[in-house]
């Protein structure tokens, strides 16, 4: 058993068939599964030439590129160990990868990471070599090679390394929202397995013919794991460097699946409502109608019913009138996209499905090799994050502590003995931290992280998730913290969506200097507390935000503020902005 296996496969199967998609300079180009093969196993034979052996560990601190995939699939396939580390990782954070793993290489993307990895050589006694991506890199360290010629000279044949099911393939360092990153050990049957309890769930047919878009980092387990799933099953995958870019990239790509987190589809239900909103009466009540039509013909599609003749007919037209100019922006094909990483409101889901584009929503973690539980193709019931897969047991423990084992549950925490006692139960099981509930049916229901959850000193338990996710659908809010934690009442720190803001504030006639003038703005408080209590109007009184503070800037990765997977850092916050938060609660 090797995660690699899979390349000589495809190979056979389909050579001359696209593998892999990558930017090239302005345009795009692709290797096919032959030469990826030759690739993968040449970049092996240079890591073996360099003394990398089973066990060793092999960093990879880049952004999503064609090498970050090869460089992977090489070390697994000589049986290495694969340690991610997060593109906007800073040096230090690097460091404490690379000591606590003790990588012996690592790749680098851009010059940034070329210079952080030069600064670790002196810093971390196990690293020894480093290989840069870009070409166009000047080699200023002796220590320090392109991968290209790296590559050149070693053999195109290679025997995959045969592994056990219990032999680690990768150490990932979970970004956190609170601690120091812990690595996350997973063996190769973790992935092995998971890849055939997808297909089993999902039954897809002609899977090879799919088209898979890699833009969320790879570091993280979520698309690393389904990369390596659509390539495993012989489907292309294209990488995305810039991921600022997706939205001019998608339209060329033109993908058929691909993964995100749910603040994607936010902004873009969002950019659509707003697109509505703004248009004449006779294009609203045609979208209204459309939307409306593609309910009822997915919802009869989801629950395997027949669809009447005229349904059908209709449908067509609101696909012609509406959903394919939508579709268009976003490629034209993508009728699967699993989305993960938080939780995501029903209406959501609801408005793509409408559409023909299914948010396969499922849940997860680092610990459990991605998913645990998701949406099946059909069936599924909106506002859970769907069944259990193949291989997988689910229990609600103590506290409504979602419990799991099965397939993907991690060996534990690499040299964190104590850490790994912790989260496993004395018979076996895994705590997620999170707290749910499971339906007659077997979905799964998340309703919080534990450590989430607030008590407020009135006794009430607040879900802080739900409620930051009501206000963040809504176009003029960016983020939403919520702060209730041993206060007798519920407040928020809110950062305004300053596009739609300034817009309104030409509307208005609010002349401003700076975003600190125009969140004191009288009008746009006043606006501000309007919304958040017509949005949070079907609350219990207890859950009400009782007031709100306008923060003039988002929430930063750099400050420490947010994950490199974009999840507020809850404690962070709180602390940065503890006089605003206290002033919220002054005389109370």
């Known amino acids: 058993m090797n995660i690699a296996n899979f390349l000589i496969t495809n190979a056979q199967n389909y050579p001359l068939k696209q593998a892999?998609?990558?930017?090239?300079?302005?345009?795009?180009?692709?290797?096919?599964w032959r030469k990826l093969k030759t690739v993968v196993f040449k970049t092996a034979n240079a890591l073996k030439e360099a003394g990398i052996q089973k066990g060793d560990r092999v960093a990879i601190y880049s952004d999503n590129s064609a090498e970050w995939i090869t460089m992977d699939l090489a070390t697994l396939a000589i049986g290495a160990v694969t340690v991610p580390i997060y593109s906007t990782n800073t040096k230090d954070q690097a460091k404490h990868v690379i000591l606590d793993s003790g990588a012996k290489i690592i790749l680098t993307g851009n010059k940034e990471h070329y210079d952080n990895a030069i600064a670790l050589l002196e810093e971390c006694p196990s690293l020894e070599k480093i290989i840069v991506t870009k070409t166009y890199e000047r080699i200023i360290h002796d220590q320090s090679v392109h991968l290209q010629k790296f590559i050149k000279p070693a053999s195109e044949n290679l025997e995959i390394l045969d592994m056990q099911e219990d032999d680690l393939a990768t150490i990932i360092y979970t970004s956190g929202t609170t601690g120091t990153p812990k690595g996350v050990m997973l063996m190769h049957g973790n992935f092995v397995k998971a890849f055939d309890a997808h297909f089993e769930f999902f039954k897809f047919k002609n899977f090879e013919d799919e088209?898979?878009?890699?833009?969320?980092?790879?570091?993280?387990?979520?698309?690393?794991?389904?990369?390596?799933?659509?390539?495993?099953?012989?489907?292309?995958?294209?990488?995305?460097?810039?991921?600022k870019a997706i939205a001019e990239e998608l339209p060329i790509v033109q993908p058929t699946m691909m993964c995100s987190v749910p603040r994607f589809y936010q902004k873009i239900y969002i950019k659509i409502q707003e697109t509505i909103q703004s248009s004449s009466p006779t294009k609203q009540k045609i979208f209204n109608w459309a939307l409306g039509v593609g309910s009822q013909y997915h919802e009869l599609k989801r629950q395997e019913k027949s669809i009447p003749l005229g349904l059908s007919l209709k449908y067509n037209l609101a696909n012609t009138l509406v959903f394919k100019k939508i579709k268009g922006q976003l490629g034209g094909r993508l009728w699967f996209m699993p989305c993960g990483g938080a939780s995501i409101s029903p209406e959501i889901a609801k408005f793509f499905d409408a559409m023909g584009i299914h948010l396969t929503v499922g849940y997860g973690l680092t610990e459990t090799t991605a998913t645990l539980a998701l949406y099946p193709l059909t069936k599924y019931k909106f506002g859970t994050t769907g069944r259990t897969l193949p291989g997988v047991e689910i229990k609600i423990g103590d506290d409504e502590e979602i419990l799991a084992k099965g397939n993907g549950i991690m060996k534990g925490y690499y040299n964190r003995p104590e850490e790994t006692a912790k989260v496993f139960t004395e018979d076996g099981w895994f705590r997620t931290g999170d707290c749910g509930t499971i339906d007659a049916e077997g979905n799964l229901t998340i309703t919080d992280r534990i450590k989430d959850l607030m008590k407020t000193s009135n006794g009430k338990y607040i879900s802080p998730q739900a409620t930051e996710n009501l206000l963040t659908n809504d176009a003029f809010v960016q983020q939403a913290v919520l702060i209730a934690e041993g206060r007798s009442y519920v407040t928020a720190l809110i950062v305004p969506n300053f596009e739609t803001l300034e817009e309104k504030a030409k509307q208005e006639n609010i002349t401003y200097q700076s975003h600190e003038d125009l969140i004191k703005n009288p009008i746009v408080v006043e606006f501000y507390n309007q919304k958040i209590n017509e949005?949070?109007?079907?609350?219990?009184?207890?859950?009400?935000?009782?007031?709100?503070?306008?923060?003039?800037?988002?929430?930063?990765?750099?400050l420490g503020e947010m994950t490199p997977t974009l999840k507020v850092r809850r404690k962070v916050v709180v602390e940065k902005f503890a006089d605003l938060i206290d002033e919220m609660y002054k005389g109370h």
């Open 535 to 558: 949005l949070q109007k079907d609350l219990a009184s207890y859950e009400k935000i009782k007031k709100i503070s306008l923060l003039p800037r988002d929430f930063q990765m750099d």
């Open 211 to 243: 088209h898979s878009f890699a833009f969320l980092p790879l570091t993280h387990v979520f698309e690393r794991s389904w990369t390596l799933l659509a390539m495993s099953g012989g489907a292309k995958v294209s990488f995305l460097t810039n991921t």
């Open 20 to 32: 892999i998609g990558f930017k090239s300079g302005a345009g795009w180009s692709h290797l096919n």
